[in-house]
């Protein structure tokens, strides 16, 4: 089974087709847009230059990708939660694309998508397993048990994790998006010859692990965010070169401790309630950061189970994921699908949500029916 999709839930214009093999998933072809040089300017995702930029670059990639390839029999769009701009572009081509071919469509949930991307690289990873989804919209720990099945055990109760990596960033002048370049920053800061283990902790006492005393299992970032903004170093000058780094490699390592932390508790919970001790995975842009890879490789050990990392590719938004979760999907619900036993997808009537929780409803179920 050939399946195309399209991502456009943020500022990556993103195609896939993907094969997929009894639940087993390999990517045939994708293409990725990031619009980062639209948005730069404003420092931040402007909606309407997002939809617009959509609109412009989606009907450039759908060919590049159907080049040479066989042709998809499902189609798939993101279909929240995210900008709505954005969504109606992908999911209108998407369906326009489904009729015209008489394929189903299948409305995917951008959260599933991420949370199910695991089994995209490696379908050996079983349900359930315990996901720390971090971008730069969300923050949440989650028991994933089923493609449509997601308990969540904490969330953060103010900024999410990437949209306070990207603030930092922009306070110490490092460019927006700026998770990447605050963590290029970060290891400048901690290979650097002349810099020994004291400067690494005269750093870090600069910045608290935002709810470190609490047995929450929630997560806050705004409280560390505001700590940096007021900084002597950043409130009354410019920092130098040295100041910057340092408080870039405090600020990272602190919101990874942080996201450590929160794991560590949820896969406390997590083993207590089921059968199985892990594994432990991340997905989300910020699951990209090589420091919190380490951390959560720790977590996991500490707790006989293992840390497995994403390709930094499949961290961030692309359209792979979307089209496993839409596989996933057709695989559970449909055992039997093949090209000639037509399905008709009911996606066409699921309504594009900018917030669309997974636990508010099965976020992904009932979405396709056999005719
Ligand atoms: O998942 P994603 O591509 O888009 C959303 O759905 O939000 O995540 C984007 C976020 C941005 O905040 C970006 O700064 C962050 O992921 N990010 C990183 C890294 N690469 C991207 N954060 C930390 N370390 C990275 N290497
Ligand atoms: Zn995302």
Redesign the pocket.
């Given at each position: 089974m050939h399946i195309l999709a399209i991502e456009s839930?943020?500022?990556?214009s993103a195609v896939a087709l993907l094969k997929s093999t009894n639940g087993n998933s390999h990517i045939l072809a994708q293409e990725l847009f990031s619009q980062i040089n639209e948005h730069q300017n404003f420092g931040g995702i402007v909606p309407e230059i997002a939809a617009r930029a959509h609109l412009q670059i989606l009907p450039q990639l759908i060919p590049r990708v159907l080049k040479n390839q066989p042709p998809p029999d499902a189609i798939a769009a993101t279909c929240g939660p995210?900008l709505i701009g954005g969504l109606i572009i992908g999911a209108t081509i998407a369906r326009a694309i489904a009729l015209a071919r008489q394929k189903p469509f299948l409305a995917v949930n951008?959260l599933a998508a991420?949370a199910l991307s695991p089994r995209l690289v490696n379908s050996d990873i079983k349900f359930p397993y315990l996901l720390l989804l971090?971008?730069?919209?969300?923050c949440q720990t989650l028991a994933v048990r089923a493609h449509n099945n997601f308990k969540l055990y904490g969330q953060t109760l103010d900024d999410?994790?990437?949209?306070a990596?990207?603030k930092a960033?922009r306070l110490l002048n490092l460019g927006?998006?700026?998770?990447?370049?605050?963590?290029?920053c970060a290891e400048q800061f901690q290979n650097h010859p002349q810099n020994h283990p004291q400067d690494h902790s005269q750093a870090l006492n600069q910045l608290p692990i935002p709810l470190a005393k609490h047995t929450t299992l929630n997560f806050s970032f705004s409280g560390l965010k505001t700590a940096l903004a007021r900084h002597p170093d950043i409130k009354n000058a410019s920092p130098t070169r040295k100041t910057t780094q340092a408080l870039a490699f405090a600020f990272?390592e602190r919101?990874?401790q942080s996201l450590a932390l929160g794991a560590e508790r949820a896969l406390r919970r997590f083993q207590n309630e089921h059968q199985v001790q892990g594994p432990l995975l991340a997905?989300?842009?910020?699951?990209?950061?090589?420091?919190?890879s380490q951390l959560l490789t720790n977590v996991a050990k500490q707790h006989n189970t293992h840390f497995q990392a994403l390709p930094?590719e499949l961290?961030?938004?692309?359209a792979a994921m979307v089209a496993h979760a839409a596989a996933e999907r057709l695989h559970a619900e449909y055992k039997i699908f093949a090209p000639s036993n037509p399905i008709k997808g009911d996606g066409f009537h699921t309504p594009l949500r900018p917030r669309w929780p997974l636990t508010q409803s099965p976020a992904t179920k009932g979405c396709v029916r056999v005719m």
């Open positions: 839930s943020c500022d990556e995210g951008h991420h971090v971008s730069g919209g969300h999410a994790p990437g949209e990596l990207d960033a927006w998006p700026g998770g990447a370049n605050l963590e290029t990272q919101v990874m997905a989300g842009g910020v699951a990209a950061n090589t420091r919190l930094k961290c961030t938004d692309n």
